[in-house]
């Protein structure tokens, strides 16, 4: 009885800020402004500034999970060999700036980036080219890699510890070289951690509209932006919540995918 | 028409909550402390939109406790009120807002009776003020604005300074433009371009304003709403599209930084909007007349004075201005011209069924 007890503020929790909004989110999505039963925001992913914007989002967020995935497991396998000591330290470099607030962090980004920002300064002292990245899709991809490489690091840092040493130095003896010890041993043995990072770095990136519209000059419309215009601007509820209903068929796939890769939960960032 | 970059992305991070929770941010409570047997007023208004003392004097004098709540969108505000969540005795919304409230029997209807200050307002902005609320029966207005381009003067070229909304599409100004990143400001700028109506429903002229505006996209450098300020400041511009209300802070910047160029603003020849922000009481307030009091206390000149100051957008209180240094009554983006004011509209709500269209084609634009 008493450990039943213990789950209770958990339940009311889940109830009242997932389960409940969740429904919400459907009933809107399903229904007209008037209540009546309707598909019309669900489908009106298909029409032409939606899809876009969806499509756009989607391949955003793509690059940005292979340069996160790119970028972390190299990084990972080195901190995993330095030990626990320095490489928990490095870990925790990593996991400092998140305890800043998102937001102003994408704004520093911003001004970084601008025309008259701190990078072009410093190139225009040295006397080097300028770069004009700021408000283009590869600001946006540079803004959700900065934000999200921490996610995509932690569960590939926890899988890569998990790995036996003895496992890797009996492919050594086996006459394995490096290459073939990575494809045949590190990497079928990160899958856990590999799908969950993609996952924690795809949906965040996939649904972002602040980094689009900081760093995109709000110039280029991707998925989380539209549907963010809806709930804010248009107050279109219905349609906002049709979006995010179609939104949610993705993070559904990804969570699949978890649960197919990482039955036992080895995969997760902290 | 109060917007303020950062408590719009703070409000952004609320939608993105309100996303999944499946509803609006709630007010944010701030109350002073003390009560007394006066009785209280509910206000609600824009966020910065008023000098803090002067709540604490309207409490000292009148023993009436004020509970201060502040909202970022007209849009945001607007449910919370219709809902009768929580009522509010005081409210301060813009031009098209107020005509909304009052076409869905929102709003109180104010006895004057207990205004007394309502004199203080200049006739000017009352009869303004009919465009959105014809018989002046429900609004007293607080701040007023229009909006207009802003230039830098080592950017642009004496014989490039812009005069009219058209020059926005000017092939010299690509990548140097900044543009109002919301529906009406935008449309606003590309239908005054071609001269019809800002409340124009008319589906062929909204379609032609779309389709300038997507010819201007490549020229934009980004679409901003308060950003406009800052970006102008730093020199990331060289024009843009902005707030007349902004215009003192950027003056004062601009001198305090030491630039060595100027920022100049200037009402385009084809007519602009000009915005009014009023006081409005809520049909469902339940202290009405301390919200009178509270609307007759703002609109007392020396009050009024406070609060321009502070918020730096033009007050239509004639008492207030008379108060000003000549030095300010004469700053002509603060206060311009009646007679530059010609083409001039005030917003007015288009009803659903034109917002709707509105925001669709803005979509088109913005996806383009």
């Not at chain 2, 909550?17 to 109350?31: D, F, I, N, V, Y």
């Not at chain 2, 909006?147 to 990548?175: C, H, Q, R």
Request: glycine residues 6%; proline residues 4%.
């Amino acid at each position: 009885m008493s450990r039943k007890m213990l789950a209770g503020p958990y339940i009311i929790w889940v109830v009242g800020f997932t389960v409940i909004p969740l429904l919400l989110i459907v009933y809107y999505g399903l229904t007209t402004a008037s209540g009546a039963f309707t598909l019309n925001n669900v489908t009106a992913i298909a029409q032409p500034e939606h899809a876009k914007a969806l499509g756009l989002a989607l391949l955003l967020s793509l690059i940005s999970t292979v340069v996160c995935l790119l970028l972390a497991f190299p990084l990972a396998m080195i901190l995993r060999n330095r030990g626990v000591g320095r490489g928990s330290f490095v870990v925790f470099l990593f996991i400092l700036p998140m305890w800043m607030n998102f937001l102003l962090r994408t704004l520093a980004w911003q001004t970084l980036l601008e025309k008259n920002g701190v990078i072009n300064g410093i190139l225009g002292f040295l006397h080097l080219p300028k770069i004009a990245i700021i408000n283009t899709p590869a600001a946006i991809v540079l803004g959700m890699v900065y934000n999200f490489l921490p996610f995509m690091v932690l569960p590939l840092y926890n899988v890569l510890c998990k790995i036996d040493d003895n496992t890797i130095n009996a492919a050594r003896d086996l006459g394995a070289n490096f290459f073939q010890t990575l494809i045949r041993v590190w990497i079928p043995l990160s899958v856990p951690g590999i799908i969950s990072g993609i996952t924690m770095v795809f949906v965040p990136a996939l649904t972002t509209f602040v980094i689009s519209n900081l760093l995109g000059g709000s110039k280029i419309l991707l998925i989380g932006n539209v549907i963010e215009q809806e709930f804010t601007r248009s107050s279109n509820w219905n349609l906002g919540s049709g979006l995010s209903l179609v939104l949610m068929v993705f993070i559904l796939i990804s969570m699949m995918l978890v649960e197919k890769y990482d039955k036992n939960g080895e995969g997760t960032a902290f | 028409m109060k917007k303020r970059f950062y408590a719009a992305s703070l409000a952004a991070v609320l939608a993105a909550s309100a996303l999944l929770a499946g509803c609006g941010s709630s007010p944010s409570g701030k109350s002073t402390t003390g009560t007394s047997d006066a009785g209280e007023v509910y206000v609600y208004n824009w966020g910065e939109y008023i000098d803090e003392d002067v709540i604490d004097m309207f409490e000292e004098e009148t023993g009436i406790h004020v509970v201060y709540d502040m909202f970022e969108t007209n849009e945001e505000m607007y449910p919370i009120i219709e809902a009768g969540a929580r009522n509010y005795d005081a409210v301060c919304p813009s031009d098209y807002m107020i005509q909304k409230m009052m076409e869905n029997g929102l709003l109180a209807e104010l006895n004057f009776d207990n205004i007394p200050n309502y004199k203080e307002i200049d006739p000017e902005y009352i009869e303004r003020s009919k465009e959105f609320d014809p018989e002046n029966k429900y609004s007293v207005p607080y701040t007023w604005g229009t909006v207009g381009i802003l230039y830098n003067t080592s950017m642009v070229a004496p014989e490039d300074v812009p005069t009219k909304w058209m020059d926005l599409w000017d092939e010299k100004f690509k990548g140097e433009i900044l543009m109002q990143d919301s529906v009406r400001d935008a449309f606003m700028v590309a239908q005054k371009a071609l001269g019809y109506s800002m409340n124009t429903t008319d589906e062929t002229e909204l379609a032609a304003a779309r389709d300038l505006l997507i010819q201007q996209k490549p020229l934009v450098q980004a679409y901003v709403v308060d950003q406009v300020r800052d970006k102008m400041i730093g020199g990331e511009a060289a024009i843009g599209v902005i707030y007349s209300g902004e215009m003192l802070y950027i003056q004062e910047e601009v001198e305090k930084l030491g630039l060595d160029y100027s920022l100049e603003y200037v009402i385009p020849e084809e007519g602009t909007n000009v915005w009014i922000d009023s006081w409005v009481i809520p049909k469902n307030a339940q202290n009405k007349e301390n919200a009178e009091k509270w609307i007759n206390f703002l609109c007392r000149p020396d009050i009024a004075k406070l609060n321009f100051e502070y918020i730096t957008y033009a007050t239509p209180n004639k008492g207030a201005f008379d108060l000003l240094d000549e030095e300010l009554q004469n700053n002509k983006a603060v206060f311009p011209d009646i007679e530059s004011l010609q083409n001039c509209e005030v917003f007015r709500y288009l009803g659903e069924e034109a917002d709707q269209m509105y925001n669709e084609m803005w979509k088109e634009v913005k996806s383009k």
